[in-house]
């Protein structure tokens, strides 16, 4: 059973890499909290989708809570209607150890889009995504910034003690994920500092023969865990 973060060390990592992802994309507090209380652009949930429900979180103010288990791969929500935010849209929280994805339903950039689990979700479970998938697939066009972007990678490594790979193959293995993919998922980073993935000249080679994301659910197939939130 894997059940809502209570543990404070967690809470904390995850309220760091938030602070991260503002510095990555240049948000400030202010711009996100007029983002997110912005309700020109809100749509109510159709009815039909009860898989949540809004309550106190511990990462910050609301969040979404599965009221019964959700099986991996289910539509928890839609997330966007009619380029209208839903509260899945709007109070979905962010994690470095994410449950839920984001999925546009076509290629056009203001698409509706989905919340789509993307492991086993217990009732009772905060379903959280990672805002850079989220920033990525909601269309709005906004890039991170790929120095800074690395240097949390770095910082993370550095917080969790793992000294596996050098600064220079970490530098060439998340260039090429940038390069790839446009961001660096946060389950990633979750490997690498759990010393999951300890060859990065290797896994520059799957990069550039375009085999990376086949990799990715090799690993984590043999693993045994859940694979990236960006998978489709």
């Not at 966007?80 to 929280?93: D, Q, V």
């Not at 697939?137 to 800074?148: L, S, T, V």
């Not at 490594?157 to 060439?172: D, Y």
Request: charged share 25%.
């Amino acid at each position: 059973m894997q059940l809502a973060t209570t543990n404070e060390t967690d809470l904390n990592e995850i309220r760091y890499d938030y602070e991260r992802w503002l510095v990555e994309y240049g948000f400030s507090h202010e711009f996100v909290r007029v983002v997110v209380e912005d309700l020109s652009d809100h749509i109510a949930m159709p009815p039909e989708f009860d898989a949540f429900e809004l309550r106190a979180s511990a990462i910050h103010g609301q969040g979404l809570f599965a009221t019964h288990l959700i099986s991996a791969g289910e539509l928890i929500a839609p997330a966007r209607i009619a380029r209208k935010r839903t509260h899945a849209g709007r109070l979905t929280n962010h994690s470095i150890r994410p449950n839920a994805k984001f999925t546009r339903k076509a290629e056009a950039a203001d698409s509706d889009m989905d919340m789509v689990a993307t492991r086993l979700i217990d009732a009772g479970e905060e379903v959280l995504v990672d805002y850079r998938q989220a920033s990525s697939e909601n269309g709005n066009g906004i890039r991170p910034d790929r120095a800074k972007s690395i240097e949390t990678v770095v910082l993370r490594l550095h917080r969790s003690g793992f000294t596996g790979v050098t600064e220079l193959e970490l530098e060439h293995f998340l260039t090429g994920v940038l390069v790839a993919i446009g961001y660096i998922p946060s389950d990633l980073v979750s490997w690498i500092c759990a010393g999951r993935i300890n060859n990065m000249a290797e896994h520059v080679g799957y990069l550039r023969a375009g085999l990376f994301v086949g990799k990715m659910f090799a690993l984590g197939a043999v693993a045994g865990k859940h694979s990236w939130p960006i998978m489709p």
